[in-house]
């Protein structure tokens, strides 16, 4: 249904949730749309509504769409209630009308899961597909060790699709001219870049499992990977002509060591030496300190313990430096060395540069707990982000949702994107994800399912609202084992068949999967279309492959109809190869019989053809309205030069001919009829000419 011209859309929202703001700087903050509201078995009221007057009445159903209508006073207090449909998050279109009478009717479509509408967002639908079955069919019998490297692997994959579709989404809006449509694509890059955030870090924690060391590397790679504006402000730092002497100099610096990029702090520190030789002894003590902090490493083989000693002599080491006032010269490198030595206050000071809370907390942790254990997180990510929002300002829903990673509260996790994020392709993928790293076994759902199933279950749901992504819903249906398969037959039996290519796509699905049920149900759809558009061999095809036997009846009459006003048959191709699907009834028996008959006459093959001829009338096969066709096909046979039927064969023809003309209603109408009586009277000769040229010739043949 379209939108009307003079009304704006509906919008109905379940809940409230603030907005996901903090992603990464200069980007916009990504729209939150709202949970599912639970199914309502009848129409539904909205509270505030006055029954007696206006009111708006809603309906959740099966077609993944919500029709609600605004009620105006009616007379006689007449209520009109709209169809219902189901919906998932947020999202609606709009389409509306009016009976003119008392008041005007609107009727709303609200649609389930919008995002599968976003033409940019196909990628991310239709790449992450692969990912997903790939990993459904996935060796189980592999080693720990190597499944543990292909789920990161897969993970890998996912996020890669992500920032291919976000960066796709960018271009997107640098590309248009549209305003509007240039709001509605950096929403999405918004949401993208939350989504990619939010998944890097369940890697980090969850998937990959780092242990403590790696951990922290693991979360400055994360923070470095989605902090946008860097690269930046450094190009334009060292394209300018003095480069220490730029404004932005020592914020460049000050975020390459917030971030633990220490080559790259030198390197620029390096230009600053150059610039003021008095300052040279200061660049090389702080550069030598800078060389020599320990930092955890994948490939070394040092014990925690070593690693801490080391950290240890070398924060010991900058506290001198600090304490006799090495730096007191240049508050910018004293201000380095304080961040070395993981002075709160002094990282706090530059929280302008960091932007987020989990920068902040990275950052610390990098300058006093390098060796953080996974479950110590919790208490560090909690103070962070206590000491870097102050009073001021309170968590949004993309804080709860990290603050629920780092506390290793996955099933919150779920819950919160469930509620923030705008589509289930997220949480049904890293749920899908999650349950393969044997993270969410013991968590059933009250009803049966457990998560995972559930959130594949509306996924694939809101991908069969969409004209051509049904197809991807139908492997994310087979891979949900309890409820599926129920799914997906609900799902395809409400798939507009618009072509004949679209439902032999659906027919097949149906055929794969043995649901016998569906398969009839399409092939009499499709057959009763076919008939009503008068294409009688389609809709014949059709009730065959329904093993439809009482429509197969109805077209075999049609096309026998259609060959008395015509003389020719149609779909001479579809009746000559009926083979076995001949024996569907006994109406489609004789037409492909019949058919044969015609062949057999066209080949000069007389004798066969006077046989199935006589048979078709005899084995009482043929409707009893078309023996008169039957008998006028004798005709021709009757007059050949050679004796076609025998003495016993041209009495059965007789008797045949007799019995179409002794009923009451038969007789009235042949003798009404010229025409019919005209036949009549032909054949009677013609049978009384050939049985006198059959006596003649079995006598002479006795009398020799």
């Given amino acids: 249904m379209e939108e009307p011209d003079a009304e704006p859309p509906l919008t109905v929202r379940a809940g409230a949730a603030g907005p996901l703001r903090r992603t990464a700087p200069g980007r916009p903050s990504p729209h939150v749309a709202s949970s599912?509201?639970?199914?309502?078995?009848?129409?539904?009221?909205?509270?505030?509504?006055?029954?007696?007057?206006?009111?708006?009445?809603?309906?959740?159903?099966?077609a993944e769409m919500l029709l609600c209508?605004?009620?105006?006073?009616?007379?006689?207090?007449?209520?009109?209630?709209?169809?219902?449909?189901?919906?998932?998050?947020?999202?609606?279109?709009?389409?509306?009308?009016?009976?003119?009478?008392?008041?005007?009717?609107?009727?709303?479509?609200?649609?389930?899961?919008?995002?599968?509408?976003?033409?940019?967002?196909?990628?991310?639908?239709?790449?992450?597909?692969?990912?997903?079955?790939?990993?459904?069919?996935?060796?189980?019998?592999?080693?720990?060790?190597?499944?543990?490297a292909q789920l990161v692997q897969v993970s890998k994959n996912y996020r890669s699709v992500i920032r291919a579709c976000m960066e796709d989404m960018h271009q997107a809006a640098i590309s248009t001219r549209d305003?509007?449509?240039?709001?509605?694509?950096?929403?999405?890059?918004?949401?993208?870049?939350?989504?990619?955030?939010?998944?890097?870090?369940?890697?980090?924690?969850?998937?990959?499992?780092?242990?403590?060391?790696?951990?922290?590397?693991?979360?400055?790679?994360?923070?470095?990977?989605?902090?946008?504006?860097?690269?930046?402000m450094v190009r334009e730092v060292l394209s300018s002509e003095n480069p220490s002497k730029h404004k932005l100099?020592?914020?460049?610096?000050?975020?390459?060591?917030?971030?633990?990029?220490?080559?790259?702090?030198?390197?620029?520190?390096?230009?600053?030496?150059?610039?003021?030789?008095?300052?040279?002894?200061?660049?090389?003590?702080?550069?030598?300190?800078?060389?020599?902090?320990?930092?955890?490493?994948?490939?070394?083989?040092?014990?925690?313990?070593?690693?801490?000693?080391?950290?240890?002599?070398?924060?010991?080491?900058?506290?001198r430096?600090?304490?006799?006032?090495?730096?007191?010269?240049?508050?910018?490198?004293?201000?380095?060395?304080?961040?070395?030595?993981?002075?709160?206050?002094?990282?706090?000071?530059?929280?302008?540069?960091?932007?987020?809370?989990y920068h902040f907390l990275v950052t610390r942790l990098l300058y006093s707990h390098p060796t953080v254990k996974p479950m110590e997180l919790r208490f560090y990510a909690q103070s962070s982000m206590d000491m870097f929002l102050g009073e001021e300002s309170s968590p949004e829903p993309l804080d709860t949702i990290l603050m629920a990673a780092f506390e290793f509260e996955l099933h919150q996790v779920i819950k919160e994107c469930s509620v923030a994020?705008?589509?289930?392709?997220?949480?049904?993928?890293?749920?899908?994800?999650?349950?393969h790293c044997k993270l969410l076994q013991s968590h059933n759902l009250y009803f049966g399912s457990n998560m995972r199933e559930f959130l594949l279950l509306e996924y694939a749901s809101g991908l069969f609202s969409h004209h051509s992504l049904w197809q991807l819903g139908v492997d994310y249906f087979d891979h949900c084992p309890e409820y599926g398969r129920v799914y997906l037959e609900l799902h395809i039996e409400r798939i507009p068949l618009n072509t004949e290519q679209k439902a032999l796509k659906v027919l097949r699905i149906c055929e794969q999967r043995q649901m016998h049920e569906q398969v009839r149900s399409i092939c009499k759809i499709m057959a009763m279309k076919a008939l009503r558009n008068n294409r009688l061999g389609s809709a014949l095809s059709w009730s065959i492959r329904a093993k439809d036997a009482a429509f197969a009846t109805l077209i075999s009459d049609r096309f026998l109809k259609d060959y008395c006003e015509r003389g020719c048959f149609s779909d001479l191709d579809l009746i000559d190869n009926l083979g076995p699907s001949m024996l569907l009834s006994d109406r489609l028996t004789f037409l492909g019989k019949y058919r044969e008959?015609?062949?057999?006459?066209?080949?000069?093959?007389?004798?066969?053809?006077?046989?199935?001829?006589?048979?078709?009338?005899?084995?009482?096969?043929?409707?009893?309205?078309?023996?008169?066709t039957l008998l006028t096909d004798a005709l021709p046979l009757l007059e050949q030069k050679e004796v076609i039927f025998s003495a016993e064969q041209t009495y059965e023809l007789m008797r045949c001919l007799e019995d179409l003309t002794a009923g009451k209603l038969d007789r009235q109408k042949f003798q009404d009829d010229d025409v019919e009586t005209m036949k009549v009277e032909m054949l009677r000769l013609a049978l009384a000419r050939n049985l006198a040229r059959v006596i003649v010739k079995e006598g002479t043949l006795e009398g020799s």
Wanted: with cysteine; net charge negative.
């Fill in 69 to 148: 209508e605004t009620l105006f006073g009616r007379r006689g207090g007449e209520r009109r209630r709209a169809p219902g449909g189901s919906a998932g998050p947020a999202g609606c279109g709009a389409a509306g009308g009016g009976d003119g009478a008392a008041g005007a009717a609107r009727v709303f479509v609200v649609r389930g899961d919008r995002d599968v509408y976003v033409e940019t967002l196909r990628k991310l639908f239709n790449e992450s597909h692969g990912i997903f079955v790939g990993l459904q069919r996935c060796e189980e019998e592999r080693a720990a060790r190597a499944r543990n």
């Fill in 421 to 435: 994020l705008s589509n289930w392709w997220f949480v049904a993928h890293l749920t899908d994800l999650l349950d």
């Fill in 249 to 319: 100099f020592w914020n460049v610096v000050d975020i390459f060591v917030l971030q633990g990029r220490m080559d790259e702090a030198r390197h620029l520190l390096s230009k600053e030496a150059i610039a003021n030789p008095t300052s040279m002894n200061m660049y090389k003590i702080l550069d030598d300190l800078m060389k020599k902090m320990p930092v955890p490493s994948l490939g070394n083989t040092q014990t925690l313990t070593e690693m801490e000693l080391k950290w240890q002599h070398w924060h010991e080491e900058c506290q």
């Fill in 321 to 357: 430096y600090l304490q006799d006032g090495t730096f007191a010269s240049n508050s910018h490198m004293e201000s380095i060395c304080k961040i070395l030595l993981g002075d709160e206050n002094a990282i706090l000071e530059k929280k302008e540069l960091m932007t987020t809370w």
């Fill in 597 to 628: 008959f015609h062949r057999l006459y066209g080949e000069k093959r007389f004798s066969e053809a006077a046989r199935l001829l006589l048979m078709l009338m005899t084995a009482h096969i043929a409707p009893c309205s078309f023996w008169m």
């Fill in 36 to 62: 599912p509201p639970p199914p309502a078995p009848f129409p539904q009221v909205l509270p505030g509504a006055d029954p007696a007057r206006t009111q708006l009445c809603f309906a959740w159903g099966p």
């Fill in 179 to 232: 305003s509007a449509l240039q709001s509605q694509y950096s929403i999405q890059v918004s949401i993208l870049s939350a989504m990619e955030l939010i998944w890097n870090l369940c890697e980090i924690l969850f998937v990959e499992a780092a242990p403590a060391g790696p951990l922290l590397l693991r979360l400055l790679d994360w923070v470095q990977l989605h902090i946008c504006d860097v690269d930046n």
